[in-house]
């Protein structure tokens, strides 16, 4: 309010932006460190935060009025931060209530740059686009060669199909996929892909609702999926299980995925995973060579590729470069390491999309 920023009665209130803000000032003072933290307190969350110095009174002159361009970080940037009192001499403890502060303490950096002036949380428009679909890159292998390969926008989701149908009703855009004989040249193995892709029936279908992916199968052909790497599945941990016809069933929940990206940046050494592997018409290859298998089909969701990358190219762990994020058309937004952290933790605070 005093920097303009924020009208009462006339501004919606960005509250995540706000909480996001002050978090990441109080972050940044070496004045101040965290004693208890109580933010997974179902009844009363919060945290406390203790003045480490013996500092002094604020002088008035340390309260400038800031003009309209300033943020309340730099309003907290310019300040301060020492226990009220005469002597100065005891150390104050300040709670923060009800704020909902995230699991991580970023270390304090006096370097840091004032957090990217967007509105609303930019990984957000990532995760949630204003058309609420996703870009699906689907490649599909047969006896381990790669014969299909596309990256789309998919409204309503996706579904696998051998033979595109000219009226059809069920959710979903079809992805056909191609005949065997254009690129196999053993006339057993053609056939028996040909027996699989015709077991499809009306598809295989993927799509995000929530904050998880969903898979069912709508005709006879049998499926097992996993969570792999980009360039191989991992066949020595075997399948995460069947996609049934019946019902659908949760393949990829965001809230895991993003609570790994987090332990990774934190130094983990173990990057999270989001590429769907489908082995179609045959059982999961256990400890076997998948390029045996008749049909395999990769699926990634590509933001999911980004936010990953985002966290590879500033060097995981550290993290120490800022990072730039293209979202759609829009113009980059460039993060720094403690900003794109803090926006990972909202995501996983807030989990509205």
Same mark, same amino acid.
């Given at each position: 309010?005093?920097?303009?920023?924020?009208?009462?009665?006339?501004?919606?209130?960005?509250?995540?932006?706000?909480?996001?803000?002050?978090?990441?000032? @109080?972050?940044?003072?070496?004045?101040?460190?965290?004693?208890?933290?109580?933010?997974?307190?179902?009844?009363?969350?919060?945290?406390?935060?203790?003045?480490?110095?013996?500092?002094? *009174?604020?002088?008035?002159?340390?309260?400038?009025?800031?003009?309209?361009?300033?943020?309340?970080?730099? #309003?907290?940037?310019?300040?301060?931060?020492?226990?009220?009192?005469?002597?100065?001499?005891?150390?104050?403890?300040?709670?923060?209530? &009800?704020?909902?502060?995230?699991?991580?303490?970023?270390?304090?950096?006096?370097?840091?740059?004032?957090?990217?002036?967007?509105?609303?949380?930019?990984?957000?428009?990532? @995760?949630?686009?204003?058309?609420?679909?996703?870009?699906?890159?689907?490649?599909?292998?047969?006896?381990?060669?790669?014969?299909?390969?596309?990256?789309?926008?998919?409204?309503?989701?996706?579904?696998?199909?051998?033979?595109?149908?000219?009226?059809?009703?069920?959710?979903?855009?079809?992805?056909?996929?191609?005949?065997?004989?254009?690129?196999?040249?053993?006339? &057993?193995?053609?056939?028996?892909?040909?027996?699989?892709?015709?077991?499809? &029936?009306?598809?295989?279908?993927?799509? $995000?609702?929530?904050?998880?992916?969903?898979?069912?199968?709508?005709?006879?052909?049998?499926?097992?999926?996993?969570?792999?790497?980009?360039?191989?599945?991992?066949?020595?941990?075997?399948?995460?299980?069947?996609?049934?016809?019946?019902?659908?069933?949760?393949?990829?929940? #965001?809230?895991?995925? #993003?609570?790994?990206?987090?332990?990774?940046?934190?130094?983990?050494?173990?990057?999270?995973?989001?590429?769907?592997?489908?082995?179609? &018409?045959?059982?999961?290859?256990?400890?076997?060579?998948?390029?045996? $298998? %008749?049909?395999?089909?990769?699926?990634?969701?590509?933001? @999911?590729?980004?936010?990953?990358?985002?966290?590879?190219?500033?060097?995981?762990?550290?993290?120490?470069?800022?990072?730039?994020?293209?979202?759609?058309?829009? @113009?980059?937004?460039? %993060?720094?390491?403690?900003?794109?952290?803090?926006?990972?933790?909202?995501?996983?605070?807030?989990? *509205?999309?």
């Amino acid at each position: 309010m005093v920097s303009g920023a924020y009208t009462p009665g006339k501004d919606k209130p960005d509250l995540p932006t706000c909480k996001r803000n002050f978090r990441a000032a @109080l972050n940044r003072k070496e004045e101040l460190q965290v004693v208890k933290d109580l933010s997974r307190d179902p009844q009363d969350p919060h945290k406390i935060y203790e003045f480490v110095n013996s500092g002094v *009174e604020c002088p008035a002159e340390a309260f400038p009025v800031p003009d309209s361009q300033e943020s309340i970080v730099g #309003l907290l940037d310019g300040m301060m931060l020492a226990p009220p009192g005469n002597d100065g001499a005891s150390n104050v403890a300040v709670a923060v209530a &009800g704020a909902e502060p995230p699991q991580i303490l970023l270390s304090p950096n006096s370097a840091a740059s004032v957090p990217c002036p967007v509105s609303g949380n930019p990984l957000s428009r990532l @995760l949630v686009p204003k058309d609420s679909e996703w870009e699906f890159e689907v490649t599909a292998f047969y006896r381990g060669r790669q014969v299909f390969h596309q990256a789309a926008f998919y409204p309503g989701g996706l579904r696998l199909v051998a033979a595109e149908a000219a009226e059809d009703a069920l959710p979903g855009q079809q992805v056909v996929l191609p005949d065997p004989e254009l690129f196999l040249t053993d006339r &057993g193995a053609v056939d028996y892909v040909r027996k699989v892709l015709g077991s499809l &029936g009306p598809g295989l279908r993927l799509w $995000r609702a929530g904050q998880q992916l969903w898979a069912q199968r709508l005709g006879h052909c049998g499926t097992f999926w996993a969570l792999g790497e980009e360039l191989l599945p991992d066949t020595g941990q075997g399948q995460e299980g069947e996609v049934p016809k019946e019902r659908e069933r949760s393949v990829l929940d #965001l809230q895991p995925y #993003l609570q790994e990206l987090i332990d990774f940046i934190n130094g983990s050494g173990r990057s999270p995973r989001y590429t769907l592997w489908f082995c179609i &018409g045959e059982s999961w290859p256990q400890n076997r060579p998948w390029t045996k $298998r %008749l049909v395999m089909i990769k699926v990634v969701p590509t933001c @999911l590729r980004c936010l990953l990358e985002m966290a590879r190219n500033g060097g995981a762990s550290s993290l120490e470069n800022t990072v730039d994020l293209h979202i759609s058309n829009s @113009l980059p937004i460039s %993060l720094s390491s403690e900003e794109y952290k803090a926006f990972l933790q909202d995501l996983m605070e807030e989990m *509205e999309f």
